[in-house]
């Protein structure tokens, strides 16, 4: 069996930690803080509980020390989330009859509002993993990804934001500096020439940006050339990229984010 992990951490501490599992006949994501796991293919036979589950793609399963009261938060630039897994919500997901003393199975047949993510998860994981090497890390990194903002979307979300203190600036420069971005997106657009065309200090404007997005310039404008690809691609590297970018706000807020944006740049832009 082998583990291979995937962490963001802030300020030396770890808050999400994800781990995909690799068996013989089998893989799964493993999440750290939630003791929840997520089969992407293969099946296993898991003894958990005094029981013993028989799990395949899609298949989810949760441990008995977190049942019912799993929080997980994350701190980013001017943002804290926060996921706290209540046993109302764990109803909602279609699991009823649990206890503290029990691991919780949701089926991938369960029909629920995670099946739509949990057949990306699967899908995505499936298509690539049996290409050329640098897809199935792309597999790997998107499902992890999806994984993540599942969890978030699905689990109780509580966003609490700072008050935006650029936002004015933010709204009076964007236009130009969308603009300018698509007008020259096949060349190597510096922050010093964006800078300029603006009028701002590229000191500030490089704090600002990360203030206004939490992420990167280079990484805004990654975001709009694989945008503008979209409709050029196949249909099966559309579905990728739309997915990715829908999700895009997760991504650049993981560890493995330069590798699903270079990645996904490789092989997706025309």
């Not at 994984?147 to 203190?165: I, M, N, Q, S």
């Amino acid at each position: 069996m082998e583990k291979y992990d995937f962490k963001y951490e802030t300020n030396g501490q770890t808050r999400i930690q994800l781990s995909v599992i690799k068996g013989s006949s089998y893989r799964y994501l493993w999440h750290e803080e939630l003791e929840l796991m997520a089969v992407l293919s293969g099946e296993l036979e898991y003894f958990a509980s005094q029981k013993s589950y028989h799990l395949k793609a899609g298949d989810m399963l949760f441990f008995p020390s977190n049942c019912g009261h799993s929080i997980i938060s994350r701190e980013a630039e001017n943002r804290t989330l926060s996921l706290k897994l209540h046993p109302r919500v764990l109803t909602e997901w279609g699991v009823y009859g649990t206890s503290e003393t029990q691991a919780i199975y949701i089926p991938a047949e369960t029909s629920d509002c995670l099946m739509r993510y949990r057949e990306w998860i699967v899908d995505i994981y499936e298509c690539f993993k049996k290409q050329t090497p640098v897809r199935y890390k792309m597999a790997e990194s998107l499902a992890c990804l999806l994984f993540v903002d599942l969890l978030e979307r699905h689990g109780r979300l509580e966003t609490e934001k700072a008050a935006d203190v650029g936002g004015g600036n933010r709204n009076q420069y964007m236009p130009q500096i969308d603009a300018y971005i698509r007008e020259h997106l096949t060349e190597n657009i510096s922050l010093t020439q964006l800078a300029a065309h603006v009028g701002y200090n590229k000191t500030y404007l490089s704090g600002q940006f990360r203030q206004w997005f939490g992420f990167r310039l280079s990484d805004y404008v990654k975001q709009m050339r694989l945008q503008k690809a979209i409709p050029l691609l196949e249909e099966q590297k559309k579905t990728i990229l739309e997915i990715a970018l829908a999700f895009w706000e997760t991504a650049v807020m993981l560890p493995c984010q330069k590798s699903i944006l270079e990645i996904i740049s490789l092989e997706c832009l025309p």
